[in-house]
């Protein structure tokens, strides 16, 4: 088996170590024998819609935001494309608000977005900021998924809410917008996210359900074998984990 993934943007969507994500899926799979591909493609690049299985963008500060934003509208319908034709996508924070309908910045700036989760994003007063942890219905095991947050967007479904999927719900932190205690959006098998951390680093179960969404779209059902050699992996989820009663308690 082959996974053959783009990373978007990777010189300006590459807040507190997203690119770590894809270091994550790429051993996770090698140690399973599957031979994995990364492409980087960035501004005035052409994107073509039948050649991976997954898309990874992650966060950019507002300024950068601005200058994906214009490139990204052009590869937009390329990548509605690919995900028609079934592949995956994860995207976090600042990548995640531009596939959505819009950002409007603290100096209302409005960046439009792909439109690809039914969801808008408007700065607030205040960051949301710190350590957050969310329940994710679809993993294998009920053990939450950790990270760390840092965004003044907040982001909303759109009306009607029909379309609008929430990755998870909030155990402790923000997420979408720190009022109804939803985080992420899912559609399809594209995954928007607020967690950074880098996110996939302490969380074996999100990172091993992300590469099945993958590679399931060319190869049919996937059953990726456990990996016995990941408790160090598991010992970061648990020390965060740790870190969260301790915060509490505070
Ligand atoms: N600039 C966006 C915000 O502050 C995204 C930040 C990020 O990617 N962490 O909401």
New binding site residues.
């Given amino acids: 088996m082959r996974l053959r993934i783009c990373h978007l943007y990777p010189e300006l969507?590459n807040?507190?170590g997203?690119r770590g994500n894809l270091l994550v899926l790429q051993r996770r799979a090698e140690w399973r024998g599957i031979a994995v591909e990364i492409n980087r493609i960035s501004l005035g690049d052409t994107l073509a819609p039948d050649k991976y299985d997954l898309f990874f963008l992650?966060?950019?500060?507002?300024?950068?935001?601005g200058i994906v934003a214009r490139d990204l509208l052009i590869k937009g319908p390329y990548l509605q494309e690919a995900l028609a034709r079934g592949a995956a996508l994860l995207a976090?924070?600042?990548?995640?608000?531009l596939l959505g309908r819009y950002?409007q910045?603290r100096t209302n700036e409005v960046f439009e977005g792909v439109g690809l989760f039914p969801v808008f994003?408007i700065?607030g007063d205040k960051?949301?900021k710190g350590n957050i942890a969310i329940e994710v219905e679809v993993l294998s095991t009920p053990l939450p998924v950790v990270g760390f947050?840092?965004?003044?967007?907040?982001t909303y479904p759109e009306r009607p809410r029909e379309g609008f999927r929430p990755l998870g719900r909030i155990l402790f932190g923000y997420g979408n917008n720190g009022e109804d205690g939803t985080e992420g959006c899912v559609y399809g098998r594209a995954i928007g996210t607020?967690l950074?951390g880098p996110l996939l680093a302490k969380n074996p179960h999100l990172a091993d359900y992300i590469l099945t969404l993958a590679l399931e779209a060319r190869y049919g059902k996937v059953e990726l074998r456990p990996l016995p050699g990941d408790e160090i992996e598991w010992k970061a989820h648990e020390a965060f984990l740790r870190r969260f009663s301790k915060e509490r308690r505070r």
Avoid at 149 to 154: A, L, Q, S, Y
């Fill in positions: 969507l807040l507190y997203d992650g966060g950019g500060s507002d300024e950068d935001q976090i924070c600042g990548g995640y608000q950002y910045t994003t700065a960051r949301l947050e840092n965004h003044i967007g907040k607020y950074h």
